[in-house]
Each structure stands twice: as structure tokens, then as C-alpha cells.
């Protein structure tokens, strides 16, 4: 589990009166660690009024890729995990 650094500082800027709002676009090309630093934050006690929007390619990820684990793991911590999946676009002709 990562330690001092984001858990330490996520506290102090993300408060009630100042929620902070992180977007992360790409999730499918995530790499472990970074994976687990996001799992950590949205599931240590310490760090509240953080909302973590992500977006990632559905159609790129099977139920056994690590991202859709760590999904997993963040849910069945108790974590609430809303998804809004978004159907392709049509073309204009």
C-alpha cells in the first residue's frame, strides 16, 4: 500500500468547503501501481470530498484485466462506483 505523500496531502486539499474533482481520462492504459494508488485513495478513511471521474474504452478491457479487478476491489470495499456507459456516436453523412 502507498504511503506518506497523496494520503498525507489529499486531506488538506480536498475539504468540505473545496471538494477537489480529479478527471482521468484513459483508465484502460493504467499501469499496477497506479492502479493501486487510485484503489488506496478512494478507499482510505483519511481522504474524503475527492470525487475521481475516469474514462476508459470498455470495448479494450475483459472482466480479467486489472482495471475491471481494481473496479471490483473498490466496490466490494464499499466504495460507490457509478458508471455511465456511453454508446458510439453515429457518423454524419
Do not use: C
Request: charged residues 25%; proline residues 8%.
Amino acid at each position: 500500500m502507498p504511503s506518506g505523500g497523496l494520503q498525507t496531502l489529499l486531506p488538506r486539499i480536498a475539504r468540505k468547503e473545496h471538494p477537489l474533482i480529479l478527471f482521468l481520462d484513459d483508465l484502460q492504459w493504467l499501469d499496477a501501481a497506479t492502479l493501486t494508488l487510485i484503489e488506496h485513495l478512494v478507499s482510505h478513511p483519511d481522504v474524503k470530498h475527492l470525487l475521481i471521474i475516469g474514462a476508459y474504452r470498455d470495448n479494450e478491457l475483459s472482466p480479467s484485466h486489472p482495471h475491471m479487478l481494481t473496479l471490483d476491489s473498490i466496490r466490494k470495499a464499499g466504495v460507490i462506483v457509478d458508471e455511465i456507459v456511453l454508446k458510439p456516436s453515429r457518423s454524419r453523412t
